[in-house]
């Protein structure tokens, strides 16, 4: 079975500061990974993907995320934060050999300050 | 650009009540999930559909039941309603019957069980 951690419950952070968010995964079979981003009141939506290939992955809104196979992990990286990021943030998992399930974390909530 | 409706944003029914929470999507997609969200807790599956009334139970199925009669369209029933079901519920739905389609989603319905 998979299973996403995300040890951060809220990343408090100033304007224009970088920003890291946590994801560390577990599974017997490699995995597809994402993030999702909810902005208050909404759905999720996709912020970024990593199926195969390089492993720096770049997403909307300025993000990006470094896949390590060895150490099992997916951190979201944004270089200069804005307000409008406040949000939450999910990492999700799901299985490459057939199943379109996706686990996904406990979520991180991003809170950009002025 | 896809569009997953959920019918009522906000609900507020009685214990013991029948609750059916509906969703539609109208990029003709195969596969349908309902997920409820809860505080630090993330997404958790309760059930999803890839086709015309075919269904398999996710992680959380107990005392939940769906219906997907169309294509478009899948239904979440809560049989007789109650306190502990007090959540957002979040419809989503994805292209490919593999693990890397992305899922596109509603804007969620918050239950409220009094």
């Known amino acids: 079975a998979q299973s996403v951690t995300q040890l951060d419950s809220q990343v408090p952070v100033f304007e224009e500061a970088p920003v890291e968010l946590r994801c560390n995964y577990s599974?017997?079979?490699?995995?597809?990974l994402f993030w999702y981003v909810q902005y208050p009141n909404q759905g999720l939506q996709l912020l970024l993907k990593?199926?195969?290939?390089?492993?720096l992955v770049k997403g909307i809104n300025g993000f990006e995320a470094e896949f390590n196979k060895s150490q099992t992990s997916f951190h979201l990286r944004k270089p200069s934060v804005h307000i409008s990021d406040t949000a939450e943030y999910f990492c999700?998992?799901?299985?490459?050999?057939?199943?379109?399930?996706?686990?996904f974390g406990s979520g991180t909530r991003l809170l950009v300050r002025p | 650009d896809v569009k997953v409706t959920q019918s009522s944003r906000y609900l507020v029914k009685r214990t013991g009540e029948k609750v059916f929470l509906e969703c539609v999507q109208d990029m003709d997609h195969e596969n349908m999930f309902w997920y409820r969200q809860d505080p630090g807790l993330g997404l958790r599956l309760i059930y999803f559909s890839y086709d015309v009334k075919m269904k398999e139970k996710g992680d959380i199925p107990e005392g939940y039941s769906v219906s997907r009669e169309k294509k478009e369209r899948f239904s979440l029933i809560l049989e007789s309603a109650s306190t502990n079901q007090t959540s957002m519920y979040l419809c989503?739905?994805?292209?490919?019957?593999?693990?890397?389609?992305?899922?596109?989603f509603g804007n969620g319905t918050r239950l409220t069980v009094t």
């Open positions: 599974s017997s079979v490699s995995v597809y």
């Open positions: 990593y199926l195969s290939g390089s492993t």
């Open positions: 989503a739905s994805s292209s490919l019957r593999t693990g890397n389609s992305p899922l596109h």
């Open positions: 999700a998992v799901s299985r490459m050999d057939s199943s379109y399930k996706l686990i």
